[in-house]
């Protein structure tokens, strides 16, 4: 081989040695973010685990980029590494959710539904009534820190012959974008019931986003009637909470209120992990969505559901003939929330000003 030859050779296995050396260096890097993670949300001592795991994979990516003399140690390094990767996977893999922990009351029973004929019975509906932190109920706990409830579950039984509608509420709580979803479905000769999709808090727990990637929470579906699980966000939390009308038809509503009735039960039998992008308030509504409306299409709007409204309004689902900024404004219903007068019905009082489709 001539030495032009030799040199070509020599450049194209250098390009091919610098390639699989990048390659491996990017999955070292992801694998060793993911695995650090995992350890710092999941483990006993988790930060010194995660930063002991990272530590060991700086040393196998620095490893890579050795010279040909550092080779026996580059492989020992890359196999520590692997088996230590292997051994966090099956560590992964064992951690499964569970019902049997402390929970936050507000969150500590499962809702359960019975059909009966023509009637759905569902048990463990919440109703509680919520005060400031500064009210005084005697042995109360704090459901986020900032709030304390006078603690009421129920079993509600509604005649499927009388669901009218579905409404949305958006509650915003940190800027346009990104909302908590409320899904009620309304009834002619009953009060509303609300579906929510959370985080199951155990006592003293708070929500972390990135946490939520990392099996830190088990899933929940809140039933609760609108005097509960919306005051606490207008009245308690002071979130701006807009509540917007579908038009959907008696049949859909039916079937959506059955669609959840399976999803909470399948829920209260195998408990699942609540999932920041994958298992949230809007996904596992918009998946329960899509079972009746196969149609449905994927919408970047759906992993910022701040937005999901304007989505709906161009879906034509709101059915109300009003431009999306003014059904925006008067959609906005937690002043009207605040100002409810004793002994009004609230559900009918917050919906008085927000703009219908016909039933």
Not at 169 to 197: K, M
Not at 203 to 225: C, Q
Request: proline fraction near 5%.
């Amino acid at each position: 081989m001539s030495h032009t030859g030799e040199r070509a050779a020599g450049r194209a296995g250098s390009l091919a040695s610098l390639a699989i050396r990048s390659a491996l260096s990017v999955l070292l890097v992801l694998s060793g973010v993911w695995g650090a993670l995992a350890l710092w949300f999941r483990a006993p001592l988790g930060g010194i685990l995660a930063t002991g795991f990272a530590t060991l994979g700086l040393v196998a990516i620095v490893s890579l980029w050795r010279v040909r003399r550092a080779a026996p140690f580059r492989w020992i390094a890359l196999a520590l590494w692997a088996g230590l990767f292997g051994a966090l996977a099956l560590w992964w893999a064992s951690i499964m959710p569970r019902h049997d922990r402390l929970w936050a009351t507000a969150l500590s029973r499962v809702p359960v539904a019975t059909l009966d004929g023509d009637r759905l019975v569902i048990s463990h509906v919440r109703n509680f009534v919520w005060r400031p932190a500064t009210a005084s109920l005697p042995d109360q706990e704090a459901g986020s820190g900032e709030e304390i409830a006078e603690e009421r579950w129920e079993t509600r039984s509604v005649d499927l012959a009388s669901v009218s509608g579905v409404d949305l509420f958006f509650s915003y709580w940190t800027g346009p974008l990104i909302a908590h979803v409320l899904v009620s479905i309304t009834f002619d000769d009953a009060p509303p019931l609300t579906f929510s999709v959370e985080i199951r808090r155990e006592r003293g727990e708070t929500y972390s986003a990135l946490a939520g990637f990392f099996k830190s929470y088990e899933l929940a579906i809140v039933v609760a009637d609108e005097r509960d699980i919306v005051r606490l966000r207008t009245d308690i939390w002071r979130e701006d909470v807009r509540l917007y009308r579908l038009d959907v038809g008696r049949e859909k509503a039916r079937a959506l209120l059955l669609a959840y009735a399976r999803e909470i039960n399948r829920l209260a039998a195998t408990p699942r992990w609540y999932g920041t992008l994958s298992d949230n308030c809007t996904t596992v509504a918009y998946g329960l969505a899509r079972e009746l409306w196969p149609a449905l299409g994927p919408d970047w709007r759906i992993l910022l559901p701040g937005r999901a409204p304007e989505y709906a309004h161009e879906l034509g689902a709101l059915g109300t003939g009003v431009a999306f900024d003014s059904l925006k404004q008067r959609a906005a219903i937690s002043e009207t929330a605040r100002m409810t007068p004793a002994g009004a019905d609230f559900s009918t009082w917050i919906r008085h000003e927000v703009p219908a489709p016909p039933r």
